[in-house]
């Protein structure tokens, strides 16, 4: 069965940084991409940054250059460093794997409130 546990968001002020954390269970983590995804009110989710099992990383082109994707193997987590924040980046932040749909199993999600 698998778990995703989001932790680490906050209020914020804009410029501001806060790191995300996400911790899965139920996956062989070490073989396994996963993503980070946002949800702002009244908006879809969207995808903001993936992580494949080397390493390899991809962001929303409105993130690039502030937000910063990575994972510790160990501790079965993945990261989403987030610098620089806008009011835009208000949003619920979840991870999953890339291309997860509605109908996948989520976590609770964490809330990223960034104050201009």
């Known amino acids: 069965q698998v778990q995703l546990v989001e932790s680490g968001g906050g209020l914020v002020q804009a410029g501001g940084s806060l790191r995300l954390s996400c911790v899965a269970s139920?996956?062989?983590?070490?073989?396994?991409?996963f993503g980070w995804y946002r949800q702002a009110p009244g908006k879809q989710r969207e995808s903001v940054a993936t992580?494949?099992?080397?390493?390899?990383?991809n962001y929303l082109d409105s993130v690039k250059g502030r937000f910063t994707i990575s994972r510790d193997n160990a501790k079965n987590t993945v990261y989403l460093q987030m610098n620089s924040l806008k009011s835009e980046d208000t949003a619920v932040y979840y991870c999953n794997k890339p291309g997860a749909r509605d109908s996948d199993s989520w976590g609770q999600g964490t809330q990223v409130t960034v104050s201009s």
């Open positions: 139920g996956y062989i983590f070490r073989i396994s991409a």
């Open positions: 992580i494949t099992s080397i390493g390899s990383t």
